[in-house]
C-alpha cells in the first residue's frame, strides 16, 4: 500500500490502474461512437446511428460499473468490515449489470429506432476493446507481483 504519512489510510496499489482503466476506456467508447455512428449511418442510416449510440453506451457503462465499484470499495480500506464491504460493493455492481443488460435487452428487442445487428456489434467492439484497455492499463503498470503488504519488521 502506500504510505501516508498523516494517518489516512493508505490506497492499495490497484487505485492507479483502475482509474487509467476508467480513463482509457471512456476514450476508446469515443472512438467507438464515432466510428460507430459513421459506419451504422452509412449501413442503416439514422437507424444504424442510434443503434451505434446506445450499444457503445451500454458497453461503456457496463464495463465501468465493475472499475468504479471496486474504486467505491478501496475508500473503506481502513474499516474493520473492508473485506466483507469490498466484496458486498463488488458483487452488487455485477447483479446492477446484469439486472441493467436484462432490462434493456427486453425494452430494446422490437423497437423500430433500433438496428439489432449495428447495436450488437457496437456492444461487442465495446467489450473487445475494454478488453485490451484492461490488459494493456494492467501491463502498463508498474504494480509489483506482491504488493500491498508489510513484511515482518518493517515500519507502516
Known amino acids: 500500500m502506500t504510505d501516508h504519512t498523516d ?7 490497484s487505485t492507479p490502474v483502475l482509474r487509467d482503466v476508467l480513463r482509457y ?16 449511418g452509412l449501413f442503416a442510416g439514422w437507424v444504424g446511428v442510434t443503434s451505434a449510440l446506445i450499444g457503445t453506451a451500454m458497453a461503456a457503462v457496463f464495463l465501468s460499473i465493475t472499475a468504479l465499484s471496486i474504486l467505491i470499495a478501496n ?7 473492508f473485506v466483507g464491504l469490498f466484496f458486498g460493493i463488488v458483487l452488487g455492481g455485477w447483479i446492477v449489470k446484469f439486472v441493467l443488460f436484462l432490462v434493456l435487452a427486453i425494452v430494446l428487442r422490437d423497437q423500430p ?4 445487428v ?8 465495446g467489450v473487445i476493446g475494454s478488453l485490451v484497455v484492461d490488459m494493456i492499463a494492467v501491463f502498463r503498470s508498474r504494480v509489483p507481483y506482491v504488493s500491498d503488504v508489510t513484511l515482518p519488521g518493517e515500519k507502516r
Open 75 to 81: 475508500r473503506f480500506i481502513g474499516s474493520d468490515l
Open 118 to 125: 449495428v447495436l450488437f456489434l457496437s456492444l461487442i467492439a
Open 7 to 13: 494517518g489516512a489510510p493508505a490506497q492499495p496499489t
Open 113 to 116: 429506432w433500433i438496428n439489432p
Open 25 to 40: 476506456g471512456l476514450i476508446l467508447a469515443g472512438v467507438i461512437a464515432v466510428v460507430g455512428m459513421l459506419l451504422g
